[in-house]
């Protein structure tokens, strides 16, 4: 640059964007105003700054045009401040291209792998894992009655089994699906079987009703989480064309479910002589034979999963390139040998990873920490880790649809399972409606030394007097005495149901070897009353409490969804899953109009088969498009929270719907029809995955 004072200072600029000034002759510095210029006196001044003060002193070399010291320091810092950005935005940039390469990358790798022996085999074997979680969603309703009255279960205790155990599945499922995205599918999916296998086996043999609960609430803590495991498992092996027909069939194995239960149910619970003693306090009955049945599925799935591999996609995200790399070839070498291509090489080499942080996890040395210390911290180290994935969630960028599938989930379980309450109590209601319509009244009659050899069944006896009457070797069931007068009479072997003595007298009575205990005692007087040998607690009747028509209810209503299963399944990738859902979803709000003409048993049992055969398509896309939309390393966590909300809707739907049965039908199936119909709208407004590659 020109000096117009002549001084031959040479301005050049280096690559970092930096200053730097020489001059020909000039000190070490590059000033010429310190080498060419006689040192002066600390306390010197110069004529032309004499008298001015110290912070109005001017520097001499701006009359040189020279930069002061301080602008050129300014400089350098800006200039390397501004370096340091753009080498921040090209390893975003460079970042941003190798994450999305990954997807793609990916889907080019499973596309070479093909769809074959390996997929199938994992197929079935996580299909037995569903399985044994559809078999644990009737179980409950199965083992219930019976339940009741071998382990003398209180009307307020009834209902406390079935909440704990929507409860126990609801919080498996919210803890599981987080975990899995850190832990590994597999591994997770090994704990939650083993969880219930041991839990569930425990539960069959529990005498005492807390017991039995806190077994089987343990049991459904490890079974709950399978759900969000299975479908994010299964999804990370398939290829984009495959995803909604395959992860469809896959679905049906809950129906499968359904039909085991309620098969092994129908025949094995009524089956008195199945069970076993041993002594007079450990009563292993059929309802418990049945519950060890039910553990099979379970099993075979356990055994299955252990040998197969972990998700290829959750190493990658994890950094684990090499493992991930060994079982892709494995996916590829089954499946082409199995075709009978063996010679095809699997030509991958190497596969990008995203450049995400790592896991910081602080590790105590081992010289100052106990092994228990080391432990816990790893644990709460996981533990936030997992918090901060579901807190991820509410992203901008996921919050919009997150918010829409939350919706569209608690509608859909709201009235499913709603009604899947309503259906069976309802044909229950109609059934004690019936034997009610049927009852038999006797008023002020006199017996006196009369035999009683037959059974009394369906009767109400008021205002009676019955004077040396015996009764021997019968069963009273469904019969009620009020007022009545019982003198000198004789009761011996009597098995009775439901049967009480309401404000009666009873006076120089004998009750030999029967189940007619204080509780059957309503206000009633006793004089000179003996008991001899009774028969104390609670006792199973078979006959009453194991009717055909609610195994078969439950057997129907399973197999009523296979039709929708395979629709829904050969047209998943061909009109998506959004038109699926939300047709699916507001079809069977119209269905709910046609339970306002169910009068008889018949009636409901076919109007509930066509509810679940329509709506077992939205089901089937629910699941596809909720692992769909979501990035690997948030996708259990967000199916772990969806099925949450399903179990939460699920509860407050059991309590809703059972609360009108006997009183009105109009309320239970407006809301169910409410409910579907904002679902079925809402379901229109997320985005269509069948052509997205999985994040």
């Known amino acids: 640059m020109d000096d117009p004072y ?97 997807p793609e990358q990916y889907e080019t790798i499973m596309e070479d792998c093909g769809h074959g022996r ?37 009307n307020a205790d009834k209902g406390l089994l079935g909440l704990l155990v929507y409860v126990s599945m609801m919080v498996g499922a919210l803890v599981w699906g987080g975990l899995c995205d850190k832990m590994g599918r597999r591994k997770c999916l090994i704990y939650v079987l083993t969880i219930d296998l041991v839990f569930s086996f425990l539960s069959c043999f529990a005498q005492g009703y807390g017991f039995f609960l806190f077994l089987r609430f343990c049991s459904g ?65 059929s309802w418990r034979l049945f519950m060890f049945v039910c ?31 060994m079982i892709l070839r494995q996916v590829h070498d089954t499946n082409w040998k199995a075709k009978g291509e063996p010679e095809r090489v699997f030509t991958v080499t190497n596969i990008k990873t995203p450049q995400t942080q790592e896991d910081e996890f602080i590790e105590i040395q081992s010289e100052t920490g106990t092994a228990f210390q080391r432990w816990t911290v790893r644990k709460m180290t996981m533990l936030q880790q997992v918090m901060a994935n579901v807190m991820s969630l509410s992203a901008p960028e996921l919050r919009l649809q997150g918010l829409f599938l939350v919706i569209v989930w608690f509608c859909m379980a709201f009235s499913y399972h709603g009604l899947g309450v309503w259906f069976p109590d309802m044909i229950k209601y109609m059934q004690y409606e019936e034997y009610e319509s049927k009852v038999r009244v006797f008023h002020r009659e006199r017996v006196e030394r009369f035999h009683f050899n037959f059974s009394l069944v369906n009767q109400v006896h008021r205002e009676g007097e019955y004077i040396h009457d015996k ?142 055969a329509v709506s077992v398509a939205a089901w089937n896309g629910l699941e596809v ?13 967000a199916f772990g929270i969806l099925n949450g909300i399903c179990k939460f809707a699920a509860i407050i739907a059991s309590f809703i719907f059972a609360a009108f049965i006997g009183i009105t039908k109009i309320i239970p199936i407006f809301l169910a029809f409410v409910a579907l119909v904002c679902g079925g709208l809402v379901a229109l407004k997320l985005p269509e995955t069948r052509e997205k590659i999985l994040s």
């Open 6 to 102: 002549h001084n031959n200072v040479n301005q050049q600029m280096t690559e970092g964007g930096e200053y730097t000034y020489t001059q020909d002759g000039g000190g070490q510095d590059g000033y010429p105003y310190q080498t060419d210029y006689p040192q002066q006196d600390e306390d010197a001044a110069s004529d032309a700054t004499e008298g001015a003060d110290e912070d109005d002193q001017m520097y001499e070399g701006e009359y040189q045009g020279i930069p002061h010291p301080d602008e050129i320091k300014e400089a350098r810092r800006a200039a390397r401040l501004e370096a340091k950005r753009k080498a921040r935005l090209a390893a975003q940039q460079q970042e941003e291209e190798e994450e999305e390469s990954l």
């Open 118 to 154: 390996f997929q199938w085999t994992l197929f079935f074997v996580l299909g037995l894992a569903l399985m044994a979680d559809g078999v644990d969603g009737f179980v409950v309703g199965f083992v219930m009655p019976s339940a009741e009255k071998d382990m003398c279960i209180s």
């Open 221 to 285: 803590f490890g079974i709950g989480g399978s759900i969000p495991i299975v479908y994010t498992y299964f999804t990370e092996f398939l290829q984009m064309d495959k995803r909604g027909e395959h992860l469809s069939w896959l679905c049906m194995f809950w129906m499968l479910g359904g039909l085991y239960a309620s098969f092994t149910a129908w025949g094995i619970i009524p089956h008195y002589g199945w069970g076993f003693a041993i002594g007079t306090q450990f009563q292993i009955h």
């Open 295 to 325: 553990l099979f599925p379970a099993l075979a799935a356990l055994i299955g999963v252990v040998f197969m591999p972990e998700s290829p996609r959750f190493l990658l995200e994890n950094a684990r390139h090499d493992e991930a790399w």
């Open 471 to 612: 009764f021997a070797n019968i069963e009273i069931k469904s019969v009620k005495f009020e007022d009545s007068l019982f003198e000198n009479c004789y009761f011996e072997d009597i098995k009775s149901t439901n049967t009480f003595f309401e404000n009666c007298t009873i006076k120089n009575t004998v009750f030999y070897n029967t189940d007619l205990w204080q509780e059957k005692f309503k206000n009633c007087r006793m004089e000179n009353t003996t008991f001899l040998h009774p028969k104390k607690g609670c006792h199973l009747n078979f006959q009453e409490e194991n009717d055909i028509v609610i195994y078969l209810v439950s057997f129907l209503g399973s197999l009523a969804v296979l039709p929708g299963n395979i629709i829904s399944a050969l047209f998943m990738d061909k009109i998506g899953r959004i038109r699926i859902i939300g047709g699916s979803m507001l079809g069977s709000s119209a269905c709910t109009f046609l339970l306002l003409l169910s009068f008889s048993q018949g009636a409901v049992i076919c109007w509930q088969c066509l509810f679940y």
């Open 625 to 637: 498009i909720s692992v769909e939309l979501y990035p690997s390393s948030k996708r259990g966590t």
